[in-house]
DNA sequence: ATTGGTCAAGTGGTCCGACCAATTGTGCGA
DNA sequence: TCGCACAATTGGTCGGACCACTTGACCAAT
């Protein structure tokens, strides 16, 4: 049964999508403003109340910022960040610190419980990371999927939910423009043979070297923070 | 400038702040019927357009659910909670185990490091718990405040945060019905012999004894749950 | 030339009334 | 008793109207 008709949408979902989507795109860029709603209503051949209504589901998901006699504005990114859910003020230090807590802790368990599935899966994620920092690409992604596969392995997911909550923490202010500078060849290499550690530890089935690694690898990219932050200074 | 007139906020949020709040007075019970858009309207004394804009609003928000040609429903907390962020499926038992570690460590560095404020915060906090625990009064808010005064006392708003984030998973589906039982005055008890170990340890500055505690009164809370899970089945 | 105020165009805010479409309950008929 | 059709209810969409606020241009006084 897959003619199953496509399940009618409201309209201003599918309005809000659209403009959604034409935002992402580039259409229009943080800070533009999108054209009058009577416009839009034309443009998109439906009415303004639906246009509006759309308007104000983009608003409280946090796209859009409306002003009155003014015009609609695309919401700056970074702005939208802050509204989204938990955004502590924490540090790159302090985040550091406790996912050495955290993530030595998942080591640990992972060494202990992983099952031969989520060894595999690790592997594959520390290949990746091998792989993409080889080709001089932005290992971020990699990275939180390696950390993120090693947390899942502890079966546990209260610590990966944890995990989570504190990689999310990146986006905060002071973060990103250490970020930036860590992508060099000579950092990357570093971290790959840290991450070489983290999981020759797991695969041998050693909790201790496990948590140990995991924490020296936490301990040296805090050091490499301190670095760019004492030179960026 | 104190004369500062109130900023004119849209009709439809203080329409949908009112709905919101009809809802969490229990006005309108999860899975309810609200009355219909005409009605609403006339009762608020505003239009139906402004209505339906609010009631968009609150939708998106995940509050309130419409159906088609049948009414418009308040959502079950139950679903609402997994339109809502993170909203992992820590289970109880890992969501302690995962609290141990962690607050466990909180445990010691609020011996190590808390300044006299912090500790007075958390003699108060703990004051409250014993008070309402007394007055057989539901200690839950009192103790999410205290575990929250000792992690604040880490100095690590990484740790707060995850911290934060592990306790709201207790409104999850099994959660729930494991709360209402450890309500009794006995559990309260010792809960609080539990906490004052752990007052103790912080104010006399130590660490070890500190996470000893904090860990203890985990391992005890889990415990408690198992009797309560295996009696309820 | 600069400053200040006025005013008009543009834009979102709100409202009304109407009609359409889906749902649901009811009552009639087989 | 069962099943179907009808009608009331309810949300969905629309077009138009008027109001309030913002903005920028224009003009007058300094």
Excluded at 216 to 223: G, K, P, S, Y
Aim: proline share 6%; with cysteine.
């Amino acid at each position: 049964m897959p003619l199953q008709t496509v399940e009618p949408r409201r309209l201003y979902r599918k309005i809000a999508d659209q403009i959604s989507v034409l935002i992402s795109a580039g259409e229009y860029a943080p800070g533009a403003r999108l054209p009058p709603e009577r416009d839009l209503a034309k443009q998109l051949g439906v009415s303004r109340p639906s246009v509006r209504e759309a308007l104000i589901a983009l608003e409280v998901e946090g796209l859009l910022d409306v002003r009155v006699g003014s015009g609609i504005y695309v919401t700056d990114p970074a702005k939208r960040r802050q509204r989204n859910a938990l955004q502590g003020d924490a540090g790159p230090f302090e985040v550091i610190s406790a996912r050495a807590l955290i993530e030595g802790e998942c080591a640990a368990l992972a060494a202990k419980a992983a099952s031969p599935a989520q060894l595999d899966a690790i592997r594959e994620a520390h290949d990746r990371v091998v792989r993409e920092s080889r080709h001089d690409h932005n290992p971020l992604v990699a990275d939180r999927l390696f950390h993120l596969r090693i947390a899942e392995a502890s079966c546990n997911s209260a610590l990966v939910l944890a995990m989570q909550t504190l990689w999310d923490q990146r986006m905060g202010p002071l973060y990103r423009s250490l970020e930036r500078k860590l992508e060099h060849p000579k950092m990357a290499a570093e971290t790959v043979r840290e991450h070489e550690a983290i999981v020759s530890a797991i695969m041998r089935r050693d909790p201790r070297a496990a948590r140990g690694a995991m924490r020296r690898h936490m301990t040296q990219t805090h050091n490499r923070y301190i670095k760019e932050w004492t030179a960026g200074k």
